[in-house]
């Protein structure tokens, strides 16, 4: 019996230990969590109140990705820049709310606001980690909108990391209008770009754009450059899927370093209590200056796809 023990002993001192999962959920603090694939960073959802000593008071926010990280571990995205202090990361806002009366202004933070409530699902498998997170908008101390907020990301592959996102509202006791700003589309999924060195490169698919666009509509966008901390160029681009409402819908894009999905637009919106709309996007982010092609290979991938897949909340978490 002791012989067979020893011999059992020493077969598991032998055995190589099991592999660590790629994907790893931990606390970046009391107010972030991080998300890691092996030793590389992947991003951080924000869902405490992340305020700045460089920025407003009233500006302070919650429920929003940042730092998003590049391939490379180089950070993406900006937080409070100067020239826009209300610009968060990868968030989702709305300049124009109307939940009876008077309007309120999620973009600038006046008259409403997102709140962290549970967490729906953490889980960091071998294939796949899934974020599920529930946040309330709040008109004071009463509660409006339902807000749920799924992330899925996938491997990184040899050029790309995929992102996928689903956002869904639902109006508690009253309809929902949302409309973008006037004159620009702005309000909705935005994108906002660490600073970088040089310009940065806007590629739409009708091919690179000098000129910001204003109320296009569009199904994807991509914004490259030269970014801190990454030895070569790298960026991200939204992709919106096919099944998105009012497919394609309007975008803002700027030099400066901004890709807002500018839905419902300029034209007001109204989603009735009890009656949920959900919308899906794909953020590929990826090394180089990816040629107008290819970006239309990766996005056909993800349309074909993503067309009839099932929300994240009912897919398998370790697929």
Request: aromatic residues 10%; contains cysteine.
């Amino acid at each position: 019996m002791k012989l067979k023990l020893l011999l059992a002993l020493e077969l598991a001192a032998a055995a190589p230990a099991a592999a660590e999962p790629p994907f790893r959920f931990a606390d970046v603090n009391d107010q972030s969590l991080g998300l890691w694939e092996g030793e590389q960073p992947v991003l951080v959802y924000n869902h405490g109140v992340i305020s700045s000593t460089n920025a407003p008071a009233a500006l302070a926010r919650s429920t929003y990705v940042h730092p998003l990280y590049g391939l490379d571990g180089e950070v993406l995205t900006d937080d409070f820049p100067k020239d826009h202090y209300h610009h968060r990361g990868l968030f989702w806002a709305w300049p124009h709310i109307r939940i009876g009366e008077p309007e309120t202004d999620l973009w600038l933070i006046k008259g409403i606001r997102q709140q962290f409530e549970r967490w729906l699902r953490r889980d960091a498998g071998k294939s796949v980690a899934v974020l599920g997170v529930q946040n309330g908008w709040y008109v004071g101390g009463r509660k409006v909108v339902e807000e749920q907020v799924w992330l899925r990301v996938l491997p990184t592959t040899a050029d790309g990391r995929a992102i996928d996102i689903e956002l869904t509202l639902k109006p508690l006791k009253e309809p929902l209008t949302l409309r973008g700003a006037e004159g620009k589309s702005y309000g909705g999924l935005t994108l906002r770009f660490a600073p970088r060195a040089g310009e940065a490169v806007i590629t739409a698919p009708d091919g690179s754009t000098k000129d910001d666009l204003l109320v296009a509509r569009l199904s994807w966008a991509d914004l490259s450059a030269h970014f801190a901390g990454a030895s070569v160029a790298s960026g991200a681009a939204i992709f919106v899927a096919p099944t998105h409402p009012d497919f394609p819908p309007e975008w803002m894009t700027r030099h400066y370093g901004v890709l807002c999905v500018g839905w419902p637009g300029v034209e007001p919106k109204t989603i009735q209590p009890g009656k949920p709309i959900r919308c899906r996007y794909r953020v590929w982010i990826h090394r180089g200056l990816p040629e107008v092609a290819r970006l239309k290979q990766v996005y056909a991938d993800y349309a074909r796809a993503s067309s009839n897949a099932p929300p994240i909340s009912v897919r398998s978490s370790r697929s």
